[in-house]
């Protein structure tokens, strides 16, 4: 948290003391409004000679801000903000290192105040002062980036002093040789002559002395904006390779749920910051090249033209990689993606108002390709500089777009909200391979001309993987391909290279994220132990390193079949989460599952309680179910038959609970009605405007409950604790069956109109949609 966000939380006694800190002479508008800006340009001391700049900087980022307030409530700050600035460059410009120091005056006393009002040191976080140092390099680059264009600013003015004095030069002895081949020599001639030579002797002395300055000058000039380039190239690197890297990874990462710590704004202002930079060191490289070959040849230094070619192509390379890495893609395509199905995708170029590109708007187009296209794409693009144009494995509709500009964001970018892929060529599969298990990619590609046309650069990226399906049923499968790619992909990879096994900490880790993401809740230690004794499918050692370290193949994550089942540990997950997500998210959070339990200990434990105990669990046989255990009036333990999605649409959990009148006590012995009354569904005590009554469903337990439980019907036969089905009654009607028929008939009603499912979920952490 920044020391003016802090400041913002406290007290209005104490947040009275701040304001007095900055008094008449820094409008608290100012800090409020450029509060990031004046932390990271003065947290770091400066030496003077940088310092020189700060009033010229101040000025110019007041004034940005507040050319970007347009809204009529915003008019009077925007006043103020105009009006400071014109202050300080009346009150400062002759004195920058004034209003530095008072700043930095300012920010420690503000710091004191909210140390004394929290009773805390204030220490700048590490990823704070991680970015404050970078700012503090881009700052310092940017003074002798300044510094230089100063210094060719005298050699040209040293340069034409030198032609002017030259060109006197060579006229005084033009004069001398006229003398000397015309007419009589006279008194007066030898006297003209000698004032002529001692002339020419005192501006020889002269040139030869700035000859000795423009060649000395020159070569520090040269060596300044070699040292501007390398530091350039160390900056540029924190960025790209580091940060912008990092957000992508955070991207990634998203995917299974992990919220975003980067912003990318932030990355843009950096690296507009270095284009900015990068392209005046190349001008600046230019006018010195140009100086250079308006020299007498006589008088260039050598070897000088060659190093200042090679310094181009350094910094010209500097901005081509920086063109082409912030071209990224700021909203992914879906992850799991259906045949004719809408998908939208934005992608965004970093530098593109700094450069100007929006001057020539620049078209993007979009193609899907194989892994195995996306390798040859970058295994080429490294050999030649410049990748050839892959084969495409399917069609996508409204794949082309053009970039716009938004003044106020300062973003160039395209947003594709209407793509759809309409069919889609597979690879040929091998061994136990699915089409769930091949993974494809989104290329983007664009054309960029900077500088006038001056330069033109051909930008491509690639977007995370993507599992194509046709089907709801497919879905599932996909997302654990994904799951898998989004959490274990190692860095640099080759596309898209995972490993086959990872540790059960990772993957519980994953799990996790996942699990909270999608349902609002966690995950606690003995949940993710009872995922681990599913996974592995044998007992585990009691020790958590020693778990943690145990290694989870992809097979046993999504291939193999749990014992006695027909489905795999991920899509018994996976329907835990999805139906967690859509009817028992405020169940869980609440605690009032239990959820990972073995339906063996869940009877050992409801064994030593009160009859009309009960617990929730997810179910093992019935993907996506979950159950009731209960103690019975006999001190038996019974299951009922799960509760799916299917049921829970008819009716929620809540309600079904309050229906069953054997249900008493929560485990271990909390009263039912005081956790989950605020869940009940209100009934209505007002006739429909038809003038029918509404029915009411509720769920009954069988009349057999009563006899003997040799009567009680068990779905799996390999149980021994009897499980009970409910039915269905409707409060208003008379007979059991009619309001059977009732029952069965909405029910088929609703199979008519969700064949698949929800067959797009979003495993993102997104929305249901019923087809």
Not at 223 to 242: A, F, G, P, Y
Request: glycine share 4%; hydrophobic share 35%; aromatic share 8%.
């Amino acid at each position: 948290m920044s020391l003016w966000s802090r400041a913002q939380q406290l007290p209005p006694e104490s947040l009275q003391k701040v304001r007095a800190v900055y008094g008449e002479h820094f409008p608290i508008e100012v800090r409020h409004c450029l509060a990031t800006w004046i932390e990271n340009r003065i947290w770091t001391p400066e030496p003077e000679e940088q310092q020189r700049y700060f009033v010229e900087e101040l000025v110019q980022e007041i004034t940005t801000h507040a050319e970007l307030m347009l809204s009529p409530e915003m008019f009077v700050t925007k006043m103020k903000l105009l009006e400071a600035a014109k202050q300080f460059r009346m009150q400062y410009s002759h004195a920058p290192h004034e209003l530095y120091t008072y700043m930095r005056r300012c920010l420690a006393l503000e710091m004191e105040v909210i140390q004394n009002a929290m009773g805390t040191s204030y220490v700048q976080p590490q990823t704070e002062r991680k970015y404050s140092e970078l700012l503090t390099g881009l700052q310092t680059v940017r003074q002798k980036v300044n510094m230089a264009s100063e210094e060719i600013r005298s050699l040209q003015a040293n340069n034409e002093s030198f032609s002017l004095q030259y060109h006197e030069c060579l006229k005084n002895k033009g004069h001398i040789n006229y003398l000397q081949q015309t007419g009589p020599i006279t008194a007066d001639r030898r006297e003209l002559e000698a004032c002529l030579r001692v002339q020419i002797e005192d501006m020889e002395r002269k040139l030869n002395a700035l000859v000795a300055q423009i060649n000395q000058s020159q070569m520090e000039l040269v060596d300044h904006i070699k040292e501007n380039i390398t530091n350039l190239r160390q900056l540029q690197s924190q960025v790209l390779d580091e940060e912008l890297i990092k957000w992508k990874r955070e991207q990634q990462l998203s995917g299974n749920g992990v919220p975003m710590q980067s912003n990318l704004n932030t990355i843009q202002e950096w690296c507009e910051l270095l284009a900015d930079l990068i392209w005046s060191t190349r001008q600046q490289v230019s006018n010195v090249a140009r100086i250079n070959s308006k020299t007498l040849a006589e008088l260039r230094q050598p070897h000088l033209a060659e190093m200042l070619d090679d310094m181009n192509k350094q910094v010209t390379s500097l901005l081509s990689t920086l063109v082409t890495s912030t071209f990224v893609i700021e909203k992914q395509p879906p992850q799991v993606m259906k045949t004719n199905t809408r998908f939208t995708a934005t992608v965004r170029l970093l530098v593109g108002g700094q450069l100007n590109v929006h001057m020539t708007p620049p078209r993007v187009t979009v193609v899907i390709i194989s892994e195995q296209q996306a390798q040859l794409l970058l295994k080429s693009d490294s050999a030649s500089g410049r990748g050839k144009q892959p084969v495409e494995c399917g069609d996508i509709l409204n794949n082309s777009g053009c970039m716009e500009y938004q003044p106020t964001s300062r973003q160039l970018s395209v947003s594709f909200r209407n793509m759809q892929l309409r069919k889609i060529k597979r690879a040929e599969k091998k061994g136990t391979e699915s089409v769930m298990d091949e993974k494809l990619t989104l290329l983007f590609q664009s054309e960029f001309n900077v500088g006038g046309g001056e330069l033109v650069f051909q930008v491509w990226t690639l977007s995370l993987p993507v599992v194509v399906i046709v089907h709801g049923n497919q879905e599932p499968h996909g997302w654990a391909t994904v799951t898998w790619d989004n959490a274990f992909s190692p860095p640099g990879r080759v596309p898209f290279a995972v490993p086959d096994k990872v540790s059960w900490g990772q993957l519980a880790e994953t799990l996790r994220i996942k699990f909270c993401s999608a349902t609002g809740g966690d995950l606690s230690d003995d949940n993710l132990r009872f995922l681990a004794e599913k996974i592995f499918r044998s007992s585990l050692p009691l020790n958590n390193m020693e778990l943690n370290s145990m290694m989870v193949s992809w097979t046993q994550f999504c291939k193999d079949a749990l014992p006695e089942r027909n489905f795999t540990f991920w899509e018994w997950f996976y329907m835990v989460v999805k139906v967690t997500r859509d009817y028992l998210r405020t169940l869980w959070c609440d605690r009032l599952i239990m959820g990972f339990i073995q339906k063996k200990q869940a009877e050992e434990m409801l064994s030593k309680c009160p009859p009309g105990t009960f617990l929730l669990r997810f179910s093992d046989s019935e993907l996506g179910g979950i159950t009731i255990a209960w103690v019975g009036d006999g001190n038996e333990v019974f299951s009922l038959q799960p509760f799916t999605s299917r049921d829970l649409m008819l009716r929620s959990l809540a309600d079904r609970i309050l229906d069953l009148t054997q249900l008493q006590f929560l485990y271990p012995n909390v009263a039912k009605d005081d956790v989950f009354s605020k869940y009940y569904t209100k009934p209505e005590n007002e006739m429909l405007k038809n003038g029918y009554v509404k029915p009411v469903l509720v769920t009954t337990l069988p009349p057999y409950m009563s006899a003997s439980p040799s009567y009680l019907h068990s779905p799996d036969s390999h149980r021994n604790t009897p499980s009970a089905h409910s039915s269905y009654f409707s409060a208003a009607t008379p007979a059991q069956t009619e309001s059977s028929f009732m029952d069965s008939e909405l029910f088929e009603q609703i199979r008519a109109f969700e064949p698949d499912g929800f067959d797009d979920f979003d495993f993102y952490g997104g929305n249901a949609a019923m087809k």
